[in-house]
């Protein structure tokens, strides 16, 4: 059998990585949290956990089982497991690459030893952590990997759509539980409500589209990170994997394909 790529995250990044590998035809598997937490939902393979399966750009993801990976593989879908700490790497499952796409921030943890690890973003050292890093920052680095070093450190500034930077990201006004009062790909007119937290709304700070929001009856807590509004008035880009997460699946590809005794194991 082929060897197995398995994907930390199945975040709307983690989810462009997979896609990419997929379409090469290479075997992907996803573990994720029992309650995953991403924002760009309709391209997120996460979804799957709460739904059971979600497609992605013509993809589907499957809630998979250890038991069920090989079935769903066979199928031509993503299997999407909840394993937070990796038990799977501990079965007899060829996994030989472990790409670790939940921007964490923060080294990995000992986890049972791969052919190759991938780290994306700030938080890990090529050579030490893992195998290699991917820079995720927006500019002239995007998508270089590196094999000695680190990526850029995180800025903690959202990037810029149309001169709007820190007002497109929505973050929770205080503990509590997600009411949406819309969906994802729906227009908000400055001052509407997109959703609201222990009974305080969020309004929209400017007209635009829904891009992203955290799956509403989460209990979330104050600060965190829940929608993504977009000023460019597209609902396509809803349902698109960016053209950043496309960038990072890319990269991952060119970081296995340059390892000949793992490349040599990807196909049948």
Known sequence: ???????????????????????????????????????????????????????????????????????????????????PSLKILNTDLPITVLVDATLRKRPPEKLAPVKLSIGLGPGFTAAKDVDAVIETHRGHTLGRIYWQGSALADTGIPEQVLGIRNERVLRAPADGELIAHGDIGDHFDTGDTICEVDGIPLKAPFNGSLRGLLRPGLNVKKGLKIGDLDPREDPRYCTLISDKALSLGGSVLEAILSQKEIRKELWN
């Not at 790529?5 to 199945?10: P, T, V």
């Not at 462009?16 to 391209?43: C, D, N």
Request: aromatic content about 4%; proline content about 6%.
């Open 1 to 83: 059998m082929p060897s197995i790529i398995l994907i930390r995250g199945g975040g709307d990044l983690a989810t462009g990585v997979a896609y990419r590998l997929h379409k090469a035809g290479l075997k992907v598997i996803i573990a994720e949290l029992p309650q995953p937490l991403s924002v760009r939902r309709k391209v997120s393979f996460s979804e799957a956990v709460y739904d059971g399966e979600t497609i992605v750009e013509g993809v589907t993801g499957k809630l998979a089982t250890p038991e069920a990976i090989l079935s769903i593989l066979d199928e031509g879908a993503v299997p999407v497991l909840v394993d």
